[in-house]
């Protein structure tokens, strides 16, 4: 069964620009840029019939393209042992919109909400053991005035997540196109 998640894709220019966080706190192991996306979703293993249904619900969302830029550092949870290190996103109005459609579409054929608030990041490394709290306050502070330049959003995808040894595989299963005329929504 494929483990599904629906993100944005980062342009490459971002990806490069985001090579500066992945430094600076010993043994641990950095997503690598073709891992960095922003999930607007994660659904999790999938059976055929509703990765149909999935793409059938994407296919409806009728959403406008926004610019959004990544902006500070920060991690998951908020207080206590980190478990994940995180760039932030600007928030437009237009990807909290995009990012509700999905849920509210994903609603209608079973897939549950998330039941936390949606948060937009990117996940820059999972820690898989405990970092020593003064190394990540000083990693986030030497990065909190991070940001990278604005970038155009136009599409959204649907991607397949293969677990291997070396860190997770993703494939494109679906582009889904914004539109630039809100006359068209």
Known sequence: MPRLFVAIELPEAVKHQLEVLRTGIAGVRWLQPEQLHLT???????????????????STIRAVTFSTQVRGVGQFPARGTAKVLWAGMDAPEQLINLQKLIEAGFQQIGIPRENRPFAPHITLTRLKKPISEHAIQTYIAQHDGFKTKPF????????????????SVYEREAVYLLSQDLRLL
């Open 40 to 58: 607007l979703k994660f659904i999790g293993d999938t059976d055929n019939d509703k990765r149909d249904a999935i793409h059938r619900t994407l």
């Open 152 to 167: 155009q959003v136009e599409q959204f995808v649907l991607y397949s997540s293969t677990l291997t040894p070396q860190g």
